[in-house]
């Protein structure tokens, strides 16, 4: 099985550590712009060697700018599928009883609500348009549209945050008895607009101390309250992992429709323009404006350790050819030894305090 995600590009408003591809005030272009989500499906039908769709995620962006009317032409997308999970990412000051109701009739299964923090200064700052007010009841107003399976975001290490205020988030996440939490540290993307404040020297990166006791925190907290730890950022009640992302860490076929979007099917990694005008102009005359990765097993090797390994279970050995097996097994000992990684029962998996450092110890295992 595979799946599809879908790039919406479109915002009110840009957040100041978002790096991913979006626009503004483009209202005018979302009925043309899916049109063209719709025809690039079809003119990829055979990327996925006709595997069966099992989820379908609509990210941005913010999906939740769309109308009904293209929330409804997008949900055909998968009409006739067995969808397992239908996700939507949505702005908690999007979420009204309507446009609940119209996710619940698309087929919708699970929300990912962008709540970020529940501090309004801190939303403030990062320019979110929503209050922590709006969080609570957008939650509460998707209970009430029937859609029970909900995933929040969380972010931590602002500047002058505290571990208090930390706590604070995490108990009101708790609070919120979801199905699903992801937890991200704030990142200085180099060309948004608080990698500007911090290189003009206006705010300060946390110190790592403090983010890591964070970090602590936020998984004593969650696995306390009955979320299991399954991957590096994301915490589920059991039987609520997400399906869509646990299959691109486990190496699952997906096709990625709209401006920007990647796509891998185990042979060919590629990727859409970062341009919606251009990627508008090229699918409506037939062609794709796409850049295309060859995988060969090496690579395949090293997209295993950066996915894989991000995952409680960690990466099977079986599953790895011998040469690769052997290469895991002989620059693993290391970390093995200083307790970042653990062997057992046949998988190699960070430990604890491996999570800390995940990044220098998956460097540590590529194929160079």
């Not at 032409?73 to 609940?100: H, M, Q």
């Not at 919120?176 to 404040?197: F, K």
């Not at 599953?319 to 290469?327: G, I, M, N």
């Amino acid at each position: 099985m595979s799946g599809i995600y879908i790039h919406i590009p479109f915002c009110k408003s840009r957040c100041i550590y978002c790096d991913f591809y979006s626009t503004t005030g483009r209202e005018d272009i979302q009925d043309r712009y899916v049109d063209a989500l719709l025809k690039e499906r079809k003119l990829r039908s055979n990327f996925l060697n006709d595997k069966g769709i099992e989820t379908l995620y609509i990210g941005g962006g913010t999906p939740s700018v769309l109308s009904p009317q293209n929330i409804m032409r997008l949900s055909s997308l998968v009409s006739g599928e067995d969808i397992k999970e239908y996700t939507v990412e949505c702005n908690p000051d999007d979420v009204t009883p309507e446009f609940a109701s119209t996710l619940k009739q698309a087929g919708v299964s699970r929300v990912s609500l962008g709540i970020q923090t529940f501090s309004d200064n801190r939303l403030s700052f990062i320019n979110r348009r929503h209050n922590a007010r709006q969080a609570y009841d957008a939650v509460e107003t998707m209970r009430m549209a029937g859609i029970e399976n909900i995933s929040i975001d969380l972010m931590f290490g602002f500047p002058e945050e505290t571990l208090t205020e930390w706590r604070d988030d995490l108990n009101a996440a708790v609070s919120l008895g979801v199905n699903h939490i992801s937890a991200y540290s704030l990142m200085y993307e180099e060309g948004t607009p608080i990698h500007r404040l911090l290189t003009q020297g206006k705010i300060k990166e946390l110190d790592e101390e403090l983010c890591l006791s964070m970090y602590d925190s936020l998984i004593d907290k969650l696995t306390m309250a009955g979320y299991e730890h399954y991957e590096i950022s994301n915490f589920a009640k059991p039987g609520f992992r997400s399906i869509h992302n646990s299959n691109y860490w486990n190496g699952t076929e997906y096709l990625g429709l709209g401006a920007a979007a990647h796509s891998y099917n185990t042979t060919t990694r590629q990727w859409n323009v970062n341009d919606i005008m251009g990627y508008i102009t090229s699918i409506e005359q037939g062609t794709m404006s796409i850049e295309t990765e060859t995988i060969d097993d090496d690579t395949r090797y090293n997209d295993m350790i950066t996915t894989a390994l991000r995952r409680c279970e960690g990466i099977r050995l079986d599953a790895l050819s011998d040469k690769h097996r052997q290469y895991l097994l002989d620059n693993a000992k290391s970390g093995i030894n200083a307790g970042l990684l653990r062997l057992r029962n046949g998988s190699i998996a960070l430990t604890r305090k491996g999570l800390y450092v995940n990044n220098e110890v998956m460097s540590e295992l590529i194929w160079i």
